[in-house]
């Protein structure tokens, strides 16, 4: 497929299955603040999902169809008794009247298993010294695992370019082989663009929930589809990543992760953004923020540096993303002793060898179609790394193997 193709492809799919496939909604705003349908009954619209895992916390979040006042309830797995009761508070205020719930759990043990249910209880009225409650709805019972800094070992399983294809993540999630991932990276285009709630619940947050974000969480990453809609300002309502940014680094057992947001493929200046776009600065911004981190003491003392973004700096055309991608990164990631490139976008799955240009392998998803869809497994410890590119089919079509930083010649 040439990347003229691809583009064609990406105009008929917006087009057809985007158009089909979405709910109708409101503008971002209205989304946010809107009175849902009464249907006399109070509920859940999702499960709970994690957000944010860290070694002594991690972020839940879950939406309800109303405005609520609510809560966590958590305690160690091994001591059910010992419950603790959690609430957003702000400036004195605990946070409440609101649809949308991101409840930090912190003060947590390393490397420790903990049970959880969100509480949720309806607020009909809510008046300066008021307050008319309403019925009070209860989850299921999960459990999560915190970070454990002292681990030898790491497991992320990573998607990308599902585009809006709901049903692709349960094809997705079972080419791991297992459950023994412990998080779940989504590598850009989850989504053709930003449409609302609706979009998010259905198309995200209830599909992986369904097969595992209330007990193992998932991070976001932004493509240059999720940069689009009206709705795509909304988005850090729902989600958290780490230090509540588009890109951050985390370190899990002896590897360290960089995730970038690459941003748009187009030029700033393009005709379809009308002023407001600035991409170019960000990436810019970043590129500053990415030579630091691999010079810090935690990416030097990690036995692998492997880093995610959705456009790859090289094997993927000449649009101005990419090459703007390879101007502001490409030398950091060279000179940055990175050992392993992780990206989406191109829709062309493949693994691209260490070269004069980027020493370092490029591992390219596949996907959205039926027949295309691929994960990158990442399993790592104290003696080696490998990086599985497995298709549908579960054939695994590219591998990288590394050895520890500390042991090559």
């Not at 702000?90 to 390393?110: E, H, Q, T």
């Not at 492997?306 to 950091?332: A, E, N, Q």
């Amino acid at each position: 497929m040439t990347f003229f193709k691809r583009r064609h492809f990406l105009k008929a799919l917006t087009v057809g299955s985007v158009a089909a496939a979405m709910p109708k909604a409101g503008t971002a705003m209205e989304m946010l603040g809107r009175d849902l349908p009464d249907d006399g009954a109070f509920s859940l619209l999702t499960p709970p999902y994690l957000q944010h895992l860290a070694t002594d916390g991690v972020t839940v979040c879950w939406i309800t169809d109303k405005p609520a006042f609510s809560h966590v309830e958590y305690w160690p797995a091994d001591a059910p008794q010992d419950v603790k009761v959690q609430h957003t508070a702000k400036d004195g205020l605990v946070l409440a009247n609101n649809r949308i719930n991101k409840i930090r759990l912190s003060g947590l043990k390393p490397g420790q298993s903990y049970a959880y249910r969100v509480v949720s209880k309806e607020i009909v009225e809510f008046k300066a010294y008021s307050k008319t409650f309403g019925p009070t709805v209860t989850s299921e019972t999960f459990s999560f695992r915190t970070v454990d800094p002292h681990s030898k070992t790491a497991a992320l399983l990573v998607m990308n370019d599902v585009h809006d294809r709901p049903h692709s993540f349960a094809v997705l999630e079972g080419l791991y082989g297992s459950k023994d991932y412990q998080e779940v990276l989504l590598n850009g285009d989850t989504f053709d663009y930003q449409t609302g709630e609706q979009q998010l619940i259905d198309h995200l947050i209830k599909p992986c929930t369904a097969l595992f974000a209330s007990n193992k969480p998932f991070m976001l990453m932004r493509g240059n589809h999720e940069t689009r809609g009206d709705f795509a300002y909304a988005l850090g309502q729902y989600f958290e990543n780490i230090d509540d940014r588009a890109y951050f680094a985390f370190t899990r057992g002896p590897v360290f992760f960089v995730a970038l947001d690459t941003g748009e493929d187009k030029a700033d200046d393009a005709d379809a953004y009308h002023g407001m776009a600035k991409f170019d600065e960000f990436r810019e911004k970043q590129a500053a923020w990415l030579k630091t981190v691999l010079e810090s003491a935690e990416a030097k003392k990690a036995r692998y540096r492997v880093v995610l973004m959705h456009i790859p700096p090289y094997h993927s055309g000449d649009w101005h993303g990419t090459m703007h991608c390879r101007k502001v990164f490409g030398p950091v990631l060279a000179n940055g002793h990175v050992d392993l490139v992780i990206s989406g976008h191109t829709h062309r799955y493949g693994v691209h060898e260490a070269q004069e240009d980027h020493p370092y392998p490029i591992m390219i998803g596949g996907g959205p179609k039926e027949g295309q869809r691929t994960i990158v497994k990442v399993e790592a410890n104290q003696d080696g790394l490998e990086a599985q590119l497995i298709l549908e089919t579960k054939e695994t079509v590219g591998r990288v193997l590394l050895k520890p930083r500390q042991l090559r010649g």
